[in-house]
C-alpha cells in the first residue's frame, strides 16, 4: 500500500519561500497524481493544486496563481510544493494527498507545519 | 467556483444516536463528484465517502452517503465514542477548483 511521507516542520520569515516534499513509497510513483492541501490553524481544509500523472501537468487554484507551483522528481519518488513571498497567513499544515483531479483521496501524508514569523 | 455550505456547524448528540450532516452546493456537482472526510484531531483527513454514496475501503456500515445535484447528506445511524471529531465534504472534478466545506463538527452531549 502507498504511503507518503513529508518533510519537516519549517519556520521562514514573512517574504522567503518555502519548499515542502511528499516521498512516496512503493512503485511507479510517476503514475500518482498529487495535490496539495493546507489547513490553517483551527480552519477548513484550502486545495492549493495538483500534478497529473505521466505529462505533469499542473493546475493551481487561482488564489495561489503565481505563488505557488507544484513539481516532481520521479527518480526520487518526491513531489514538491514551493511557495513563495510568504505571508503570515500562509502558516498552516500543509498536505500532499494522493488522486486524480476527477477522484477523492485515500491516500494522504502526515502534513508538515509551516510557520511564518518574524 | 462551486461553494459548498456545511450544517450545522456544530451537531451535538449522544453516543447510539443518529447524525444527519448535511453539505450544500452553489452549484450542482456533476457525476456525484463528492466525498466526505474525517478529520481527528492531529491527523490528516480521512476519507470516507466517495462518489457522493460509496463507503471507502475500512469504513464501517454505519457510515452513509446519499443525495445528487446540490444537496448531499452524510449520515452516521448509530455514534460510537470514536465518531465524535470533524467531518468535511469535498467536491472535486469541476472547474476551476476543488473546494471543500467548512467543516461540521461532532461533540459528545
Known amino acids: 500500500q502507498v504511503q507518503f511521507v513529508q518533510s519537516g516542520a519549517e519556520l521562514k520569515r514573512p517574504g522567503a519561500s518555502v519548499k515542502v516534499s511528499c516521498k512516496a513509497s512503493?512503485?511507479?510513483?510517476?503514475?500518482?497524481?498529487l495535490h496539495w492541501v493546507r489547513q490553517a490553524p483551527g480552519q477548513g481544509l484550502e486545495w492549493m493544486g495538483w500534478?497529473?500523472?505521466?505529462?505533469?501537468?499542473?493546475k493551481y487554484s487561482q488564489k495561489f496563481q503565481g505563488r505557488v507551483s507544484i513539481t516532481r522528481d520521479t527518480s526520487a519518488s518526491r513531489a514538491y510544493l514551493k511557495l513563495h513571498s510568504l505571508r503570515y497567513e500562509d502558516t498552516a499544515i500543509y498536505y500532499c494527498?494522493?488522486?486524480?483531479?476527477?477522484?477523492?483521496?485515500?491516500?494522504w501524508g502526515q502534513g508538515t507545519l509551516v510557520t511564518v514569523s518574524s | 467556483e462551486i461553494v459548498l455550505t456545511q450544517s450545522p456547524g456544530t451537531l451535538s448528540l449522544s453516543p447510539g444516536e443518529r447524525a444527519t450532516l448535511s453539505c450544500r452546493a452553489s452549484?450542482?456537482?456533476?457525476?456525484?463528484?463528492l466525498a466526505w472526510y474525517q478529520q481527528k484531531a492531529g491527523q490528516a483527513p480521512r476519507l470516507i465517502i466517495y462518489?457522493?454514496?460509496s463507503r471507502a475501503t475500512g469504513i464501517p456500515e454505519r457510515f452513509s452517503g446519499s443525495g445528487s445535484g446540490t444537496d448531499f447528506t452524510l449520515t452516521i445511524s448509530r455514534l460510537e465514542p470514536e465518531d465524535f471529531v470533524v467531518y468535511y465534504c469535498?467536491?472535486?472534478?469541476?472547474?476551476?477548483?476543488?473546494?471543500f466545506g467548512q467543516g461540521t463538527r461532532l461533540e459528545i452531549k
Open positions: 452549484h450542482s456537482v456533476s457525476s456525484s463528484n
Open positions: 462518489g457522493a454514496s
Open positions: 469535498q467536491q472535486y472534478g469541476s472547474s476551476p477548483s476543488i473546494t
Open positions: 512503493g512503485n511507479n510513483f510517476n503514475n500518482f497524481a
Open positions: 500534478i497529473s500523472a505521466g505529462n505533469n501537468y499542473t
Open positions: 494527498a494522493r488522486g486524480t483531479y476527477s477522484s477523492a483521496w485515500y491516500t
